[in-house]
């Protein structure tokens, strides 16, 4: 059974950083290109950030652009997502996915950015 | 950047009813067209992708289709577990982008 496990959300103030990680486990991570996903609080889903199955190309969204980095370390079978300089509009639940096509999603992480 | 067209962003319907949930995008995506499913308070969950593709375990009375820049979502003989949000994505070229959603309530 595919399985993603988010951890790392939490409060942080504007300005901060937070690192969410991704564990997956039931499928072959390092064959597969990890995405990662975000929904503010009674608003749609917005797409963060994917990574190629071997980290050979990243994509992110042009909101978090110099701000995020998306990594992976398929020794681990784990996807992370190191955010910077955190705002408000940020908060949000962050979910990660398998493939570009989100095929399998996680139960998500909150992150509250707030003084 | 694709934008993804959504309609509508509500619908009210009885159990037992057929509904169609319509996507548009802006430019062509081919088949790269994904919907999922979104029930308060969890994760949302793949039910289509490649257009047409049902997820292992999703249910026979849904389908999609189309190609291009049209795509639908059709739910046959809705059940009550099918209230929820729906959204369409594209995913042929980044930035990936969503439908605003469709929420189906009961009538």
């Known amino acids: 059974e595919v399985q993603l496990l988010e951890s790392g959300g939490g409060l942080v103030q504007p300005g901060g950083s937070l690192r969410l990680s991704c564990a997956a486990s039931g499928f072959t991570f390092s064959s597969q290109a990890m995405t990662w996903v975000r929904q503010a609080p009674g608003k749609g889903l917005e797409w963060v950030s994917t990574?190629?199955?071997?980290?050979?190309?990243?994509y992110l969204a042009d909101s978090v652009k110099g701000r995020f980095s998306v990594s992976r370390d398929n020794s681990k079978n784990i996807v992370y997502l190191d955010m910077n300089s955190l705002r408000a509009d940020d908060t949000a639940m962050y979910y990660c996915?398998?493939?570009?096509?989100?095929?399998?999603w996680g139960q998500g992480t909150l992150v509250t950015v707030s003084s | 950047d694709i934008q993804m067209t959504q309609s509508p962003s509500s619908l009210s319907a009885s159990l037992g009813d057929r509904v169609t949930i319509t996507c548009r995008a802006s430019q062509g995506v081919a088949n790269y067209l994904a919907w999922f499913q979104q029930k308060p308070g969890s994760a949302p969950k793949s039910l289509i992708s490649a257009t047409s593709t049902l997820q292992s375990g999703v249910p026979s009375r849904f389908s999609g289709s189309g190609s291009g820049t049209e795509f639908s979502l059709t739910i046959s003989n809705l059940q009550t577990e099918d209230f929820a949000t729906y959204y369409c994505q594209q995913y042929h070229s980044y930035p990936l982008t969503y439908g605003g959603g469709t929420r189906v309530d009961l009538k």
């Open positions: 996915a398998v493939g570009s096509d989100e095929s399998t």
């Open positions: 990574i190629k199955s071997g980290a050979e190309k990243t």
